[in-house]
């Protein structure tokens, strides 16, 4: 069997930051499911809970934004989290906009379940002195910042920077030798 020689610039999967993160996040995982499926939730739903322990109240377009889930997951985890009685929906009057609150129950069992998250955070990072660890939460902080600047949409340019040019209408032409508009017909 022929070995496929590398091509110029392949990284190891050493070196290879998604495939890193993603086996870091398996790991993790293997570790935390248990926390919140003991307790009838999802992960999406514990990722919702997070948030709004943190945040409350919040607009759930705004817990998309800070989980980076799709607006059907983060709203099936609302209306689980809603069931369950551990969070409430209000309409603020000034806005028209629904709120999503944390209520005491959902309160209480999230710093249930943080503790043991915490102590499976103390765990791994025992090998690491203090420094490291927010060494390596200032890192993640500027990757994440530039992955959420990355997926922005593009912005408009400016009016000043923008050509504007008038759009004929529909069936019309203007023509170079008069420079006036012409009907023109559909088959041309």
Same mark, same amino acid.
């Given at each position: 069997?022929?070995?496929?020689? =590398?091509?110029?610039?392949? /990284? ?6 998604? +495939? ?12 935390? @499911? ?7 939730? %999802?992960?999406?739903?514990? =990722? !919702? ?14 817990? %998309?934004?800070?989980?980076? /889930? ?16 551990? #969070?409430?929906? @209000? ?8 709120? !999503?609150? /944390? ?5 209480? /069992? +999230? ?9 499976? &955070? @103390? =765990? #791994? ?7 490291? &660890? ?7 902080? &500027? !990757?994440? &910042? ?14 000043? $920077? ?12 203007? @023509? ?5 508009? =012409?009907? !023109? $017909?559909?088959?041309?």
């Amino acid at each position: 069997m022929k070995r496929v020689a =590398k091509a110029a610039g392949d /990284l190891p999967l050493e070196l290879n930051f998604s +495939y890193r993160i993603s086996i870091l996040h398996a790991l993790i995982g293997r570790q935390t @499911t248990g926390i919140y499926m003991s307790r009838g939730l %999802t992960s999406h739903q514990w =990722k !919702v809970l997070s948030v709004l322990y943190r945040r409350p109240p919040i607009s759930a377009s705004r817990i %998309t934004e800070l989980v980076t /889930l799709d607006k059907a997951a983060i709203s099936r985890a609302v209306i689980g989290l809603l069931e369950l009685g551990f #969070i409430d929906r @209000t309409l603020d009057p000034m806005s028209g906009s629904i709120f !999503v609150i /944390l209520k005491d129950s959902g309160r209480d /069992l +999230y710093v249930e379940m943080m503790h043991e998250m915490q102590a499976i &955070q @103390t =765990k #791994i990072f025992g090998g690491l002195s203090a420094k490291a &660890q927010r060494d390596l939460f200032a890192t993640l902080d &500027q !990757v994440e &910042q530039s992955l959420r600047k990355a997926a922005e949409p593009p912005k408009p340019a400016t009016s000043s $920077s923008r050509r504007v040019r008038a759009i004929a209408p529909v069936g019309a032409r203007k @023509t170079a030798a008069d420079g006036k508009r =012409k009907k !023109v $017909s559909a088959s041309k």
